[in-house]
C-alpha cells in the first residue's frame, strides 16, 4: 500500500500551463505503476493519463493530448503531469492513483484542485 499527495493545482487563465506531482506520503511511489483521473463538479471521474512503474509506458487520454505531458523521476520518487494550454473545461480536482498492476488503481490520494478562468 502507498499514501499518495498530490502538489501543484491553483488557480490560472486560459493557456496557462500548471505542473502537478504526486507523491508517496508513506509507501514508495517507484513501486508501483501510477496514474491520473479528474473530476469536475456534478461529473464523473475521468482518466487522463497513466505510466508504468519503469516510466516505459506511457498513455495519455484524448483530452490530454497533445497538451499533457506525464513523467516520473524514480530518482525522486515522483509522478509529474505536465499541462500546457489549460482551458476552461480543464477545471476540475486531480487525483493520483497507483497500483502494483498497470489499469488496476488501489491507492488514491486526496487531491489537487485546479481552476481555469479568465
Known amino acids: 500500500q502507498v499514501q499518495l499527495v498530490e502538489s501543484g493545482g491553483g488557480s490560472v487563465q486560459p493557456g496557462d500551463s500548471l505542473r502537478l506531482s504526486c507523491a508517496a506520503s508513506a509507501g514508495d511511489i517507484r513501486m508501483y505503476a501510477a496514474t491520473w483521473f479528474r473530476q469536475a463538479p456534478g461529473q464523473a471521474r475521468e482518466w487522463v493519463a497513466a505510466?508504468?512503474?519503469?516510466?516505459?509506458?506511457?498513455s495519455v487520454a484524448g483530452l490530454g493530448r497533445g497538451r499533457f505531458t506525464l513523467t516520473r523521476d524514480n530518482v525522486k520518487g515522483t509522478v509529474d503531469l505536465q499541462m500546457n494550454g489549460l482551458q476552461p473545461a480543464d477545471t476540475a480536482t486531480y487525483f493520483c492513483?497507483?497500483?502494483?498492476?498497470?489499469?488496476?488503481?488501489?491507492?488514491w490520494g486526496q487531491g489537487t484542485q485546479v481552476i481555469v478562468s479568465s
Open positions: 492513483g497507483a497500483g502494483t498492476r498497470y489499469g488496476t488503481w488501489t491507492d
Open positions: 505510466i508504468s512503474r519503469s516510466g516505459d509506458s506511457i
